[in-house]
């Protein structure tokens, strides 16, 4: 089993995460519309959805939103949130959802970079691609891994829940991996989170092949200028 598919279906993984800054998300996505221009009643695709909580964001906005994530799991809790302009499915991003279909893709909050072949990654570029209509933009928001690598806190205790979680950090061979090992209820777990380092130079290779440009590149979530020493984020924005 691959890690991901491991670790985001188990439950301790949203335990670990519960606490992920809503308002600055929703900072975010209110930027990037007002940026773009989205207008209501445009089709989104969140892809790598989660629980769906940027998803169901967007959907509050106006859009009519579908959000796709490989997790079981986790499309099962995003389903509850569902009405008749947001829907949830588990999908692998690898693969083409729905041909020609969608205004807008987005990719948020590194959920990209999962494996352990390049050429899946230029399948889920693709397919990111091909969901969209023509003259559709998608959206990737990446970590910026320069800056992420010069500063990686090799190790820290966290405590959610009466769980403490034991987590080391280290770049190997071109990935960003995170191992995690705790004990509950008398018996010990350890997952890992192996995430390649792209850099913008690596994506723009992937969304050339996919038959998209890049027409903005941002280094935060106000939308800054991106700075590959000392910016926060990666944020990239295509077009079909």
Do not use: P
């Not at 008398?186 to 380092?197: H, I, L, P, S």
């Not at 992937?206 to 991106?226: C, H, P, Q, T, V």
Request: with cysteine; glycine share 4%.
């Amino acid at each position: 089993m691959n890690w991901f598919s491991d670790w985001f279906n188990s439950s301790y993984y949203h335990i670990l995460y519960k606490e992920r800054d809503k308002i600055e998300a929703q900072n975010f996505i209110n930027n990037l519309v007002a940026h773009l221009q989205i207008k209501k009643g445009s089709r989104l695709i969140d892809i790598a959805c989660g629980k769906g909580r940027h998803a169901s964001y967007f959907n509050t906005l106006g859009l009519e939103v579908t959000g796709i994530d490989l997790s079981e799991n986790s499309i099962k809790k995003a389903k509850k949130n569902e009405n008749e302009k947001l829907h949830f499915f588990t999908h692998d991003m690898r693969k083409t959802f729905k041909s020609n279909s969608f205004n807008v893709a987005t990719n948020l909050f590194t959920s990209f970079g999962y494996f352990d072949d390049k050429k899946d990654d230029q399948k889920a570029i693709n397919a990111m691609a091909k969901n969209l209509k023509s003259d559709g933009l998608l959206i990737i928001d990446f970590m910026n891994v320069k800056k992420v690598i010069s500063n990686l806190v090799s190790s820290e205790e966290k405590q959610v829940e009466q769980i403490t979680f034991n987590i080391t950090r280290k770049y190997n061979k071109g990935y960003i991996i995170k191992d995690i090992a705790f004990v509950d209820k008398n018996r010990n777990y350890t997952f890992q989170e192996k995430v390649r380092a792209i850099t913008l130079s690596d994506f723009s290779i992937f969304i050339r092949n996919a038959g998209m440009k890049i027409i903005n590149i941002f280094g935060s979530y106000e939308l800054d200028n991106f700075n590959a020493l000392t910016s926060d984020r990666l944020i990239i924005i295509c077009k079909k």
